[in-house]
């Protein structure tokens, strides 16, 4: 039996261990900065007395999991997540309990099916949003906790200006709710431009995601 191999095999057979442990060298590397990163993240959240978090990462991206009691615990853990060196990304998929994850989900539920649209560029409300106004009003009166009115806008034009309209139009949302009984401590407006995008702001289905008014269920007094 002849055991000599040709210098293309022997090549073939370096380049293709050279490869392998290529391979096996970046994956290792590449774990290790996962478990680094989930350390760090775990670590700050558990910091801040926000134990019920998971995290999770994959990347530079973190995935947290678990219940909190209140929405600002929810973005608590989240802000914490982002303070740690590294992370690109943040996926809170943290689960509010309680009453006001109860009025949360609500809220939730509602506005997946139903929008509140304006006119462009204007804080008007148009169309059938006057009856959803309505409908959210009656569930924001059933709740035990204060409740935050966010406004948003999609990334055209200045950024001070969408920040003002945003403003407007959540302030204009919380005088539709108290004309429908919401007593006025209860609801707090507030603004955040194009700071809090969902979507893609380069395509016309990403801009129309992040133009929207979302209630945010607070833990404390508004």
Same mark, same amino acid.
């Given at each position: 039996?002849?055991?000599?191999?040709?210098?293309?095999?022997?090549?073939?057979?370096?380049?293709?261990?050279?490869?392998?442990l290529?391979?096996?060298?970046?994956? /290792?590397?590449? /774990?290790?900065?996962?478990?680094t990163l #989930?350390?760090?993240?775990?670590?700050s959240?558990?910091?801040?007395d926000?134990y019920?978090?998971?995290?999770?990462?994959?990347?530079?991206t973190?995935?947290?999991?678990?219940?909190?009691p209140?929405?600002?615990?929810r973005?608590?853990?989240?802000?914490?997540a982002?303070s740690?060196g590294g992370v /690109?990304?943040?996926d809170n998929?943290?689960?509010?309990?309680?009453?006001?994850?109860?009025?949360q989900h609500?809220l939730?539920d509602?506005?997946?099916r139903e929008?509140?649209?304006f006119k462009?560029?204007?804080?008007?409300?148009?169309?059938? /949003?006057f009856?959803s106004?309505s409908?959210?009003?009656m569930?924001?009166?059933?709740?035990?906790?204060?409740v935050?009115?966010?406004?948003?806008t999609d990334?055209r034009g200045?950024? #001070?200006?969408?920040l003002?309209?945003?403003?407007?139009?959540?302030?204009?949302?919380?005088?539709?709710?108290v004309?429908?009984?919401?007593k006025t401590?209860?609801?707090? #407006?507030m603004?955040?431009g194009e700071?809090q995008?969902?979507?893609?702001?380069?395509?016309?289905?990403?801009?129309?995601?992040n133009?929207?008014?979302?209630?945010r269920?607070?833990?404390?007094n508004?």
């Open positions: 039996m002849d055991f000599r191999f040709s210098q293309f095999e022997i090549l073939t057979g370096a380049g293709t261990l050279f490869l392998c290529l391979f096996i060298c970046v994956f /290792s590397e590449a /774990s290790a900065i996962e478990n #989930a350390a760090q993240v775990t670590d959240v558990v910091s801040e926000l019920w978090s998971s995290v999770e990462v994959q990347g530079q973190v995935a947290l999991s678990g219940a909190a209140d929405v600002p615990a973005m608590a853990a989240e802000q914490r982002w740690v /690109s990304g943040v998929a943290i689960q509010v309990i309680g009453d006001a994850g109860t009025c609500q939730n509602y506005l997946t929008t509140i649209t462009p560029g204007k804080a008007e409300v148009v169309g059938d /949003s009856q106004l409908m959210l009003a569930i924001v009166r059933r709740c035990t906790t204060p935050e009115i966010a406004g948003h990334a200045d950024a #001070a200006v969408n003002h309209l945003s403003k407007r139009r959540a302030e204009v949302v919380a005088k539709h709710l004309r429908h009984g919401v401590e209860r609801i707090k #407006a603004g955040y700071s995008p969902l979507a893609d702001n380069s395509t016309d289905a990403g801009r129309e995601l133009r929207r008014i979302e209630f269920v607070l833990g404390g508004a």
